[in-house]
């Protein structure tokens, strides 16, 4: 009788101990887990975050590009209606060369004289955005000279009003100067001036010290020319 009890005793507290073991075991699975909710829910709350905050800037953009296309054709409808049709021929041309096989903020296309291209006219990247001039036209070839190109100067606006000089620096890049407390930031937009205006860049950074009298604008093309596979020669 007596090993009868004994080994009753030790199946009693083996017993205790199996169930001592898997309760631990539970509620130390229940606390990791407890634990990893609240980083999964923040995981979840953080990619919800990033998912609407790229979808409210896609429909800004798209929205811009909107109100810029219908702007655009609202200009050309009113200069048509008051004698001042700045309505162009254009000729397609396809990029067959570029940055750096030859000199930067150059661009060689597939059109030439035969197509009616001439040296001197605009091109434009596509729309309203204006990136340089015909600096050589060959038999069915032409070569296009950026506004960037270092060296190279010309009158813009910025934001519409403001009379600017800019000056090309290379890299679908250049600079101008303001006078100091001009209302400059970047994102604002620089248009060439007269009927038939064209965007012709971007504000990148501004550069304005205490104590002097200008400050300084950096701005770039509205587009990388070296993405560029097509662009339009406006007669």
Partial sequence: MGGVSAALVWGVVLLCVFGAVVFWRASLAGFFWDALVPLQHFRSALGASDTTRLQAELASTTAHVADRDALYKENIELKARLGRDAGVQTILGGVIMRPPGIPYDTLIIDAGVAEGVAA????????TSLI??????????????????????YDVLLKGSVPLTMQGQGGGSFVGQVPAGTPVAAGDTLVFPGVASGFAG???????????????????????????????VRK
């Fill in 120 to 127: 001197g006219q605009l091109v434009y990247a596509g729309g």
């Fill in 132 to 153: 340089g001039t015909v600096g050589q036209a060959y038999a069915h070839t032409a070569r296009v000279v950026l506004f960037s190109t270092a060296g190279e100067t």
């Fill in 202 to 232: 971007i504000v990148v950074k501004v550069d304005a010290r205490q104590a002097e009298s200008f400050q300084t604008v950096y701005a770039r093309l509205p587009v990388d020319p070296l993405t560029l596979r097509y662009v339009e």
